[in-house]
């Protein structure tokens, strides 16, 4: 069941950041910002006490790296989405912040409108990434991800369908075959990726440029 209000903190050790990013969320009433804090240990001290829905991390800070700080909130709070908000746009990076367990990525030059459309995503359990992020992971990778597993032909097809929340119905209608091979698909995907459920096979799809 997803919450009325979404609980959001906000780490970001630049001010003008912070100040843009509430002004931007003013006007959504389930959007309830419970706290900004500019270093990652702040960050970690407050989660400790409160329940927080969406952790909105920039990856620069002055006394830990974003990215192991997202790894170490999801270790202590797995409850807890973290979105990265940031500068960089390598690929690499965007994939290393979604192996820590991040449930999104935007840039900062991201749009208002991609902000809302991420922390609704994330708070659905959906991987939330921005429109800009979404073509830098659709672009082909120079370096083949370790692990790499080899679809067939229509498990290519089934997957970005079960990315998009289609449910087995939805997509054994849209592809014009039974709900029960939709399963085995389901089943040998998730398999193939390692993955314990549909959330984390989507996350490990998107990693790999497939969704």
Do not use: W
């Not at 903190?9 to 002004?23: C, M, N, T």
């Not at 800009?132 to 991800?145: D, L, N, Q």
């Not at 998730?190 to 996350?203: C, S």
């Amino acid at each position: 069941m997803l919450p009325e209000k979404i609980t959001l903190a906000i780490v970001d050790d630049h001010p003008i950041v912070v100040e843009g990013l509430k002004l931007l969320l003013l006007d959504k009433p389930h959007i309830d910002i419970v706290g900004s804090f500019q270093t990652g240990e702040s960050c970690l001290k407050f989660l400790n006490g409160v329940s927080v829905d969406i952790v909105l991390l920039d990856i620069t800070l002055p006394d830990k790296n974003g990215l192991d700080l997202c790894k170490e909130i999801k270790q202590k709070h797995p409850e807890t989405n973290v979105i990265i908000l940031s500068n960089h746009s390598e690929r690499s990076i965007i994939m290393q912040a979604l192996q820590h367990g991040a449930s999104g990525y935007l840039l900062k030059n991201a749009s208002a409108n991609e902000l809302m459309d991420c922390l609704n995503t994330a708070i659905r359990g959906q991987v939330a990434l921005s429109e800009e992020v979404k073509g830098i992971m659709a672009r082909p990778s120079t370096i083949m991800p370790q692990g790499f597993p080899t679809l067939t032909a229509r498990e290519k097809e089934i997957l970005p369908l079960i990315a998009e929340g289609l449910t087995t119905a939805d997509i054994g209608h849209k592809l014009f075959i039974s709900p029960l091979t939709i399963e085995t698909h389901r089943r040998n995907l998730m398999q193939k990726f390692g993955a314990k459920n549909v959330a984390e096979l989507i996350k490990l799809a998107t990693l790999h440029g497939l969704t």
